[in-house]
């Protein structure tokens, strides 16, 4: 069954922070969506890239060559194997993720940010 998703309603039925939540699946991918709040902890993935799509506030992406500042209605592509290292500037951040559902949160590292098995909203 086909259906559509309003993101203010999606982003307003849950409040932690980093903790990715499935929004709908396309192939091998999954839309996500998470709120954003202070840095995330470094780390890469091996085999996946990631899209960030900002629908609300400001992420900075760290990177090892210089950050990214990404606002509301812009996006980013992180290519599979770059560090990066995700932060919310001035307060929170509603991001919107299309990636692998193969793809763990925190990719090569293993930290309290880890989320293994997400929940569907």
Do not use: Y
């Amino acid at each position: 069954m086909i259906e559509k998703v309003n993101l203010a309603d999606a982003f307003a039925s849950f409040s932690d922070h980093w903790s990715p939540k499935i929004a709908g699946d396309i192939n091998d991918a999954q839309v996500k969506l998470a709120k954003f709040e202070g840095k995330f902890d470094w780390h890469h993935h091996d085999e996946e890239d990631e899209l960030f799509l900002v629908v609300k506030g400001t992420m900075r992406m760290g990177l090892r060559t210089g950050d990214i500042d990404v606002g509301a209605g812009e996006f980013i592509i992180v290519p599979k194997g770059v560090e990066h290292c995700p932060e919310a500037l001035d307060g929170e951040c509603q991001v919107l993720l299309l990636e692998p559902k193969s793809i763990l949160n925190t990719g090569n590292v293993e930290t309290d940010k880890t989320v293994r098995d997400l929940d569907r909203i």
